[in-house]
């Protein structure tokens, strides 16, 4: 039996006790008291230890174990400190707490870590070579799209406007409830109406013109690409357009340049809106309750947990749907093929029961889909319905003591629901795509 290779272990334990050991001798004066001393304690050992372990050659073992293990005890202090009368003195540094926090924090890190590894799909660390391509082949891309650059610009800067004006929406809609709901101000009822039509009119032109550069980019790598291509190819021997059919290499000139040139508008559009968009949305719901802003974050590890669950399961059940829906049409070509032979043996029956069993197994295959699909969203809709409520349930506390209005609680809702689905599209479904498009194949696109 192979023992496991203990060196990545002993090395994080002997650079973490070093580092603690720096931290709690030498450099303590130099750190603030409080918690930002202990964010920055954290992010200092977390420095720290990448930079040894990728210096001995032993990061790629303990990588996604230094974020939690360095960071789990300043977040549960954080947290702690929101909660009112729990926390009435600073909270100690790492370097110099008793040994139970730092089981404490290890314990939690190694627990994140171990879950997070049984939620991995597997043959995860198959793919590291192809991500290494992938990354490479991206890079490509950038330098092919440098000279749009003056025109990328002009599309993030209208796509921050467009964020902008469509984040500071909620936040007038709650300001309307808090003046109907108070002593009525005509002025200020009408200056929150107009600004929030200012908004809804320049959020809708400025997300206009977003598209519109990022069509332009478009098309201009797409007849970058494609000239290129044929000019590569007119280069090329005689022996390859011997060897290469002329429709494939039309195919390339058209198709396959096409899909090049949707690649970086396409993903920088949903990805740069997405990413600017939680950003402001989580500034906003920062300015507004903090307290609530931290609870509303509680929901996203399950999130997250639930969608990689359901990823690798969805995954799978695609490529057995393929392989199924194959091995049906393979029946069908091998009755049909020797047809004069299955009507000499009178094996018609038999081959109308092998189709059935195929299509039969396709059936269960659909079903297992839906049902799995059925029971995410449940699940997600649940999570959302339980989130809901907790923060109801604390916004009300919170506008009893006064540290809250009414429409700031709605306005708070809103951004939560759209800070949920942005993350979501943006980066989880974003994956979800990658992934279906691996498995299907390129003509059933």
Request: glycine share 8%; hydrophobic share 50%; net charge positive.
């Amino acid at each position: 039996m192979r023992l496991p290779d203990l060196r990545p272990w002993a090395a994080l334990l002997l650079a973490d006790s070093a580092l603690l050991w720096l931290l709690q001798g030498p450099l303590e004066a130099l750190l603030p008291r409080g918690l930002p001393g202990l964010w920055l304690e954290g992010i200092l050992r977390l420095g720290g230890l990448w930079w040894l372990l990728r210096l001995g050659g032993l990061l790629g073992y303990v990588r996604t174990l230094l974020c939690p293990l360095c960071l789990v005890i300043p977040f549960f202090l954080s947290l702690r400190a929101l909660v009112p009368g729990a926390l009435s003195a600073p909270p100690a540094r790492v370097a110099s707490a008793p040994w139970s926090w730092l089981l404490l924090g290890s314990g939690a890190a190694g627990l994140s870590w171990a879950v997070w590894a049984v939620l991995s799909p597997p043959g995860a660390q198959e793919k590291k070579e192809d991500q290494e391509n992938n990354r490479a082949l991206m890079w490509r891309l950038l330098k092919l799209s440098w000279p749009d650059w003056p025109f990328l610009a002009a599309a993030f800067f209208f796509l921050v406007l467009a964020v902008l004006g469509e984040t500071l929406i909620p936040y007038y809609s709650g300001l309307v409830i808090d003046i109907l709901g108070g002593d009525f101000d005509p002025d200020a009822f009408v200056s929150a109406i107009l600004f929030m039509s200012l908004f809804s009119v320049g959020s809708s032109l400025s997300a206009g013109c977003r598209g519109s550069a990022f069509t332009l980019v478009m098309s201009r790598i797409n007849l970058r690409v494609r000239e290129q291509l044929f000019s590569s190819l007119l280069h090329q021997d005689l022996a390859f357009f011997q060897e290469t059919k002329t429709g494939e290499l039309n195919s390339r000139l058209s198709s396959d340049t096409k899909l090049m040139s949707l690649w970086l508008p396409l993903n920088a559009n949903v990805l740069l809106r997405s990413l600017v968009k939680v950003l402001g949305l989580f500034g906003f719901m920062l300015s507004l309750s903090p307290r609530l802003t931290l609870l509303s974050l509680l929901q996203m590890p399950l999130t997250i947990a639930a969608e990689k669950v359901y990823n690798a399961r969805h995954l799978a059940v695609l490529r057995e749907i393929q392989d199924a829906v194959a091995r049906a049409g393979q029946v069908v070509r091998e009755a049909v093929g020797d047809l004069q032979t299955v009507r000499s043996f009178g094996a018609e029956e038999e081959e109308v029961c092998r189709y059935k069993e195929a299509l039969e197994r396709c059936r269960q295959l659909w079903w297992r889909r839906d049902l799995e699909q059925a029971l995410y969203l449940l699940l997600r809709r649940m999570l959302n319905l339980a989130m809901k409520v907790l923060l109801l349930s604390c916004g009300l506390q919170q506008i009893l003591a006064g540290d809250l209005t009414q429409g700031g609680l709605l306005s708070f809702l809103l951004y939560q629901e759209n800070m949920g689905s942005y993350v979501h599209r943006g980066f989880i479904s974003q994956g979800r795509r990658l992934l279906i498009y691996c498995v299907v194949p390129r003509g059933a696109v």
